[in-house]
């Protein structure tokens, strides 16, 4: 008999007849099954090998439960009747239909059909709220209280799980592993576990993993190498390094073996937290314990220093892992070309990226890329060109990315057009234009002085089907200021509204940039207060662009604007945001510039008490000061105070306080500073001997400025037509006097 052939049928199939029907006692009696009708089914099922047509009744949940009883020996035959059921007659299964195929998919473990089938149930309960998932798990482990990996619906709790887990629904698939528990006791499988886990950090949600490691800990789950290791993923997103070290403890204890993964993901940990040096460290104590090191540890101590910019270190133990025996692979290059070409040293960039040619390892187009963008970069836009077009040969693979790279190079060799031309090229290599192409071209074209074409190229992206962003926006806008349209760069802001697009601080930045360099610094102050009345959030760089804007109107105007940058300073500063060292430095500029020393010795302190230190420059642009409103002992006292704090003047430094002494006909003081310069190793250049020259023969010191003046022809200097007029009067009045 059927029965016989298994030892749940009669437990689990026909007791969904009577949940089913308990309503009809006719029905009831029909599924006593005697005798006679279980032979009579066990024969019918027997020699079955394709389900009837469908078509030919009219399903209903007895129906279906008869069918799947006769297929139960057959579960391919069982889901392929479930699943045509749903799909070409448009059945809506339910609790008893659902438990019944689970059940038999459970005991043949056909894992894959079961994940399928609990991702439809999952959307069947998104569609139908009456579909409660609890009253199916219930009705499945209906009569069964212990369920151990051996029992055939352990499978049904794990294939759940992850099915949950598979569509991020980690509420979802915690809840249910809780609850379940409320009611059978039951454990997940250590896959199912570590799945959900290493899912829930991959998603950032930390605290959550480690919760439900500590609670099925005290449930009594055994976890294994693989467990431990994404908990310490876990805990080096948080920089927890304490309780890492607690991990590898009690690993110990719980005889599971602390491999050599577990030691690189601790490793990768520290080097992803700007800790390296001792991500180093404790892969160098690991190795020295006669250990295996995986190449992985190794991999992510050199991108961590590639990333620290420590490329010196990373050099290091690129070669300590060769003499390791391991084999550096695509991915420890690709830390190196991408690290050398950060740092803008191509040179050492493409000698490893040739290096690892030379290897017979094959490049890839993330790190072609990455060579293009530094060359970019730097502003060598003709060798993009060149190294494109001999990747392009080689027969690699370029991405949309590469494509971008040379777009923007063209755009700066002035052949937009070009560029434009290759977007069919694109096409045709079944590569999708994207946005981030349009935008590129479009500032192409601004930078070109063609705001016609950008606007047409603008239109076009539209016109096929893209909605540009606020990055293309802000390129727009722009490119607007840049062309000295103003007006439209403004009508933007109400048409990127229009469309659903809301500006962004970069958006306000060159907005308030673009009047500033208009000469419509009250426009741009307007604008700034308007953005204040909308309660928009001001970012440093909108504040920045305007003390900017105010700054290089009061050196033209020398208007009230340098106070209004002032007040502007000390607002940012209330509010607990810090300028930076240029936004200082501009300031710093402007008042000099317009004799404002008091002003610019308050910014100076102020500057000094909010964490800067001052730097050459910095100093430079006082001392200048000083100087041009004939403050020398002020100037000598920020030059002294200057060399106290280990800060090095050079030449232009040296030149002003040398001119600033000649203008007070205090040549002494102005020839020692001069020798002083030289013998700190400073080369004077052309401007500082002209300066100690004209100073010492106005005051009559012809015969040591004769002296410096051919010591400057001698170190191969030009002087210049002013200098040399001063020489030969001098040389004059001396012959005369001779």
């Not at 066990?42 to 399903?59: C, R, V, Y």
């Not at 992206?461 to 722009?478: H, I, Q, S, T, W």
């Not at 001052?614 to 002992?633: E, H, Q, R, S, W």
């Amino acid at each position: 008999m059927l029965f016989r052939l298994f030892n749940f049928p009669s437990l689990i199939l026909l007791p969904l007849f009577k949940n089913s029907f308990s309503k009809s006692k006719t029905i009831h009696k029909t599924l006593r099954f005697s005798s006679s009708t279980a032979l009579a089914l066990s024969s019918s099922e027997t020699h079955f090998t394709k389900p009837s047509k469908i078509s030919s009744f009219e399903p209903n949940t007895f129906k279906i439960l008869q069918k799947l009883y006769l297929y139960q020996n057959n579960p391919s035959l069982a889901y392929s009747y479930f699943t045509q059921l749903k799909n070409q007659h448009g059945f809506s299964h339910n609790i008893q239909t659902y438990t019944s195929i689970i059940r038999i998919l459970c005991y043949y473990n056909l894992d894959r059909k079961l994940d399928s089938l609990f991702l439809d149930i999952i959307d069947h309960s998104k569609q139908d709220p009456c579909f409660e998932i609890n009253v199916l798990f219930d009705s499945l482990f209906e009569g069964v209280n212990d369920v151990n990996e051996d029992h055939y619906l352990f499978n049904a709790f794990n294939g759940f799980v992850k099915a949950c887990v598979s569509q991020n629904m980690f509420v979802e698939a915690i809840d249910f592993l809780l609850q379940t528990r409320k009611n059978v006791v039951i454990l997940p499988n250590i896959l199912s576990f570590n799945f959900l886990i290493n899912r829930l950090v991959k998603h950032d949600e930390v605290d959550m993993a480690l919760c439900l490691f500590v609670r099925f800990k005290s449930f009594g789950l055994i976890f294994n190498e693989y467990t431990y290791t994404i908990v310490i993923k876990a805990l080096c997103k948080k920089g927890d390094w304490e309780n890492v070290v607690r991990v590898f403890d009690e690993m110990k204890e719980a005889g599971v073996d602390d491999d050599s993964y577990c030691y690189a993901t601790f490793i990768e940990g520290l080097c992803k937290n700007n800790r390296s040096d001792l991500g180093y460290a404790v892969l160098q104590d690991y190795r020295t314990r006669n250990a295996h090191v995986h190449k992985y540890a190794y991999t992510a101590v050199i991108r961590g220093f590639c990333n620290e910019t420590k490329l010196d270190e990373a050099e290091s133990v690129f070669l300590e892992m060769e003499k390791q025996g391991l084999v550096p692979d695509v991915y420890v290059y690709c830390a190196l070309v991408h690290g050398y070409c950060n740092s803008r040293n191509f040179d050492k960039a493409l000698a490893v990226y040739k290096s690892m040619i030379s290897r017979g390892i094959k490049t890839n187009c993330v790190i072609f890329s990455c060579i293009l963008h530094c060359l970019d970069e730097m502003g060598r836009a003709l060798e993009v060109v060149d190294m494109f077009e001999e990747f392009k040969e080689s027969g690699l693979f370029i991405d949309r990315k590469a494509y971008n790279i040379l777009f923007d190079a063209l755009c700066k060799l002035g052949k937009v057009d070009d560029a434009v031309g290759m977007l069919d090229e694109l096409k045709s290599m079944q590569l999708d234009v994207d946005m981030k192409h349009y935008t590129t071209l479009i500032n192409g074209y601004f930078l070109q002085g063609k705001p016609i074409e950008a606007q047409s190229l603008f239109k076009e992206m539209e016109e096929r089907g893209f909605k540009p962003d606020v990055v293309a926006y802000n390129v727009l806008a722009a490119g607007f200021f840049r062309n000295r349209t103003d007006f439209e760069a403004m009508d933007l802001l109400n048409y990127m509204e229009s469309q659903g697009v809301e500006p962004n601080s970069t958006t306000h930045k060159i907005i308030i940039e673009g009047l500033c360099s208009a000469g419509k610094v009250e426009e741009a102050e307007e604008f700034f207060n308007w953005l204040k009345g909308e309660s928009v959030e001001i970012s440093v760089e909108i504040y920045t662009a305007l003390v900017n804007g105010y700054c290089e109107a009061a050196l033209i105007e020398k208007s009230h604007e340098l106070k209004e940058a002032f007040i502007l300073l000390r607002t940012m500063l209330e509010m607990n945001m810090k300028p930076s060292k240029v936004m200082y430095s501009k300031i710093f500029t402007a008042l000099c510039c317009n004799g404002n020393m008091e002003g610019a010795h308050t910014l100076f302190n102020l500057f000094i008490h909010t964490g800067f230190t001052p730097d050459a420059v910095t100093y430079t642009i006082m001392i200048n000061g000083y100087c041009k409103t004939n403050c020398l002992p002020e100037a000598h006292e920020l030059f002294k105070d200057m060399k106290e704090r280990g800060i090095t003047p050079d030449a232009v430094t040296y030149t002003i306080m040398i001119n600033g002494y000649c203008k007070m006909n205090c040549l002494r003081e102005a020839h020692e500073l001069f020798k002083d310069m030289k013998e700190r190793g400073i080369k004077p250049d052309v401007i500082a001997y002209t300066v100690i020259i004209k100073g010492l023969l106005n005051s009559g010191h012809t015969e040591i400025a004769f002296q410096l003046y051919n010591e400057m022809i001698d170190m191969g200097m030009t002087p210049g037509a002013t200098l040399k007029r001063c020489i030969q009067k001098a040389n004059k009045r001396q012959f005369h006097r001779s």
